[in-house]
């Protein structure tokens, strides 16, 4: 402890204030400031300054738990805080208090770094400063530095039109070259396995994903979005929206003067593209602002198929290193504020929205297969903004820096998603024993998952529904390292005699809404999508998972 905290201190501190330390004081003496607060916000944190601010933490203070949910690519840990008064350790003492969970994540895309340095201030005011009081109404899970491999992979080439930090950021993908926000329902890297563990293990009630956006030239200091998959439970949707989001934006005005909405681009009306980054307010033309996807590959749907609420942050590119990291702690402050006043009607609706699909008589609900964005409504005001340029003389590439201009123009609101097409929930699913062999990749994605799944101890006559593939098509183009595939298909009935050892996956279960995604042979990100479930698959073929109709007397191992 001692060498490692003489080190740090030696590039932490000038040399004349490091004569102040005081060796047999370590934790007195630990510097818990992040890396841009010392280099007056010119540099981001490294991974080893982020575990210096955490251990620093946990060793001033009795309410920190820390541990590391698991491995990079390239082995270093994934560290997670807790902190709640009283400490917990476990998440059954979590639970045991009774109080929501929060859980904030920075720094998935390790170019947009702010949220990790927001993250390490905030954990310092819950543990000794203004949000102490909060610690005995939440518990506070953080993960700060999400995508630790690519955050120490820095250089001021990365995100060069970032307004800073001018010493550089790391890079979007993981060490293996994959977005780990597209990678929540293939879980190809060893990060997104972790973080799926986490979810798991803690089964936090709100999960928070911090980003910086540059995108179009919008007058906002920062943008944010709810779960946007329909198949989510709706009343967590509309509960994130109406209860938390829109008092929220009123707070961050009022309170910090900072003007938020929900995350957005400039668009032509037929959504064809993108329009230019920059619109003139005088003549706008006919362009619409429209959000982002609706696929479960992203972190705030994925969070939402498992029945909690999700909030995505957006910090904008083009405000200053330091006013990213004070608007995206601004914005999660706010954020635990809101899930502190609101914390009994959380934890009630996403209780409800497990219990919906494991109630014996509850209507199963449809959900999706084709979905499609829409908008809301009549038009909202749209802040229109602007940039200019300034060089950063480490890279010696133009900066875009964020102009005060902020015109309200009306234009049609594309923020939401809709089922145009949807099945009925089936009763399970159903892998008859000859075809599990050829899905043993998603048979683990399945356990990776969470999601519940028994072997069948005897023969069974099942009522099915057997999908028979018509049409396959698969993208030329290799995307995260898979070729995207989509199928079209036909229904037909049968009765079935399914032998012991099938398997078998109850709709019956909270994870259901996510194993309907990862299932389903229509779905536009499911097993079948990321060539995770393959052989066989085929014009003409039927598919091997069948879904299961009627009530099923099973006998189950
Ligand atoms: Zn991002």
Known sequence: MRVFLAALLSCAMTPGSAATFTPSDDAQSADMRTRAEITNYEHTSTS?????????????????????????EEGRDLPLMVISDPKVTTPAAARKLGRPLVFVQANIHAGEVEGKEAMLMLARRIVSGDLKPMSRQLVFLIAPNYNADGNEKVTPMNRSAQNGPVGGVGTRENSKGLDL????????????????????????????????????????????????????????IEFTRSRMLAPITQAMLKSHNWRTYYYGNFSPEDGSGRESARIDPANPGNVTWRTFDHRPRFGNNY????????????????????????????????????????????????????????????????????????????????LVGDVTKQLNPNSNREMLVMAPMAVPVAMKDYGIFVATRSLAMPRGWVIPRNLTPRLTAALERLRWHGVRMQELAADAQLAVQRFSITDFSKQERVFQGRQEVRLKGTYDKAQLTVQAGSIYIPA???????????????????????????????????????????????RLK
């Open 303 to 382: 969070v939402g198929l498992r029945n909690r609420i999700a909030i995505l942050s957006e910090a904008y590119s083009y405000l200053d290193f330091k006013g990213r990291v004070e608007v995206t702690e601004d914005f999660v402050h706010e954020i635990y504020k809101s899930v502190a006043a609101n914390a009994k009607q959380i934890m009630t609706l996403t209780a409800q929205a497990d219990r919906v699909l494991t109630a014996a008589n509850s209507a199963t609900p449809e959900l999706g297969v084709d979905i499609q964005i829409a908008a809301l409504g009549e038009k909202v005001d749209i």
């Open 181 to 236: 926000n597209r990678d929540y329902m293939k879980l190809d890297s060893a990060e997104a396995r972790s973080l799926v563990g986490l979810m798991n293990k803690w089964d936090p009630h709100v999960a928070v994903d911090l980003h910086t956006t540059n995108g179009s030239y919008h007058g906002y200091h920062l943008t944010y979005s709810p779960i946007l998959n329909p198949n989510a439970d709706p009343r967590l």
């Open 508 to 554: 019956n279960q909270p994870l259901a809404r996510l194993a309907f995604y990862l299932l389903e042979p229509e779905s536009d990100d499911s097993l079948v999508t990321w060539n995770i479930i393959e052989e066989g698959i085929a014009s003409g073929q039927t598919y091997p998972i069948y879904r299961v109709a009627g009530a099923a007397p099973l």
């Open 48 to 72: 080893d300054d982020v575990v210096r601010v955490i251990k620093g933490l946990a060793a001033t203070s009795p309410l920190v738990h820390t541990e590391s949910f698991g491995k990079t």
